[in-house]
């Protein structure tokens, strides 16, 4: 069947602009997260959903983003003002348990590159 | 100190070696994934463990909850098995995952 998704596979865009990523996750899957791996760096937790509870936004580094779930299933991640320090792959991933105990199946990333 | 430190960062082998990786950490968990980050940079889970061990083909997971430890063993290494290893941690509240750094594995046929 078909895995996560998500699009584009790159973004290149200027410093101050706004961006929209968006994650397609395994159908059926209710457990939903959203993860930032910089050059060099190690995954960085960036947002968890989980049914129509609210979302875990713990990991958001500033509010300069943002992420919805629009009907239990396709995520949109936004960062508004984008600056250089945003340019990363950022990756989502589902699961099928809520707790997170669950294996999580990772999509390709989104590289993001701001000018 | 980061929550999760993995050992060594950069690892290379021959063909057919035996390999461990090597995962700390610092905070209560209540599971331990390792993931596969492949050269292109796709990532798969490998193996979810919150006590003893697990095997799958040539690769075995354990964790000592008491130690706060786990390893991650490839058996017969292979060329493909090149990739980085990442050992993430889920805390006792909440559902985020830490992760390591990761260790860079390099496979010499």
């Known amino acids: 069947g078909a895995g996560v998704s998500q699009s584009p596979s790159n973004k290149v865009t200027e410093k101050g602009k706004d961006v929209e990523l968006r994650c397609d996750p395994i159908?059926?899957?209710?457990?939903l997260y959203w993860y930032r791996q910089s050059l060099g760096q190690g995954l960085e937790f960036l947002i968890y959903?989980?049914?129509?509870?609210?979302?875990?936004k713990s990991g958001l580094p500033s509010d300069r983003f943002s992420a919805e779930r629009t009907g239990g299933s396709v995520s949109t991640l936004t960062i508004q003002r984008t600056q250089q320090e945003d340019s990363a792959v950022y990756l989502c991933?589902?699961?099928?348990?809520?707790?997170?105990?669950?294996?999580?199946?990772f999509g390709p990333g989104t590289r993001l590159l701001v000018l | 100190k980061n929550e999760v430190e993995q050992s060594p960062q950069n690892l290379t082998a021959q063909e057919g070696e035996f390999i461990t990786i090597n995962c700390s950490y610092s905070?209560?968990?209540?599971?331990l994934h390792w993931l596969q980050q492949h050269p292109g940079g796709g990532i798969v889970s490998l193996f979810m463990?919150?006590?003893g061990k697990k095997k799958h083909g040539r690769l075995i997971a354990t964790i000592n909850i008491q130690e706060k430890h786990s390893s991650l063993h490839i058996t017969a290494s292979h060329p493909r098995d090149s990739a980085v290893y990442i050992c993430?941690?889920?805390?006792?509240?909440?559902?985020?995952?830490?992760f390591g750094e990761g260790t860079q594995l390099t496979v010499n046929p």
């Open positions: 905070v209560g968990i209540s599971a």
């Open positions: 959903f989980q049914g129509n509870s609210a979302p875990d």
């Open positions: 463990l919150s006590s």
């Open positions: 159908s059926g899957h209710t457990a």
């Open positions: 991933a589902s699961s099928s348990a809520p707790s997170g105990q669950e294996t999580q199946y």
């Open positions: 993430a941690v889920k805390g006792t509240s909440g559902s985020r995952l830490t």
